[in-house]
């Protein structure tokens, strides 16, 4: 098993943040990492997602929501081939921050399992891809509240 998390805060509250993370559809303006998402973030069903890891070669996966609960987590479990080849846990959790909880904090994270994670995983580039995309998030949330406007 191996698991790489990173986190970031926004100064936006987590219902703002929670708004543009499930807009899929603007995914391809702002996310330059998970530049796809189609389907309903509804648990049981299955999303058509699209990563494109920094110099690594992009992806396309169709992973189970597991979690759905708004607005603090969505997680979904992705396979390559049969359970436990390559498996992938991918979540997203919003945390409200300070006593008022006008800031969050976004934790991406992904647990990943199975014989072929030591030969496929590249560490590094989803390490860069998760960063990208909390910064490119952070953004777009805190000019949605008028921070940086």
């Known amino acids: 098993m191996q698991q790489l998390e990173r986190f970031v805060e926004i100064d936006a509250p987590p219902a703002a943040v929670w708004a543009v993370l499930l807009a899929f559809?603007?995914?391809?303006?702002?996310?330059?990492?998970?530049?796809?998402?189609e389907g309903e973030p509804v648990e049981g069903s299955h999303l058509r997602v699209r990563i494109e890891p920094p110099r690594s070669r992009a992806m396309t996966f169709e992973p189970e929501v597991v979690a759905a609960e708004a607005p603090r987590r969505l997680a979904w479990?992705?396979?390559?081939?049969?359970?436990?080849?390559?498996?992938?846990?991918?979540?997203?959790?919003?945390?409200?921050?300070?006593?008022?909880?006008?800031?969050?904090?976004?934790?991406?994270?992904?647990?990943?399992?199975g014989a072929l994670v030591p030969l496929l995983l590249d560490e590094e580039a989803v390490r860069a891809g998760f960063d990208a995309m909390n910064e490119a998030l952070k953004t777009r949330a805190e000019r949605r509240v008028g921070v940086h406007a």
């Open 77 to 113: 479990l992705g396979r390559l081939g049969a359970p436990f080849v390559f498996d992938g846990y991918h979540e997203f959790r919003l945390e409200p921050v300070g006593e008022s909880g006008e800031r969050t904090r976004f934790l991406q994270r992904e647990t990943f399992r």
């Open 25 to 37: 559809e603007r995914y391809p303006e702002w996310n330059p990492f998970v530049t796809s998402i």
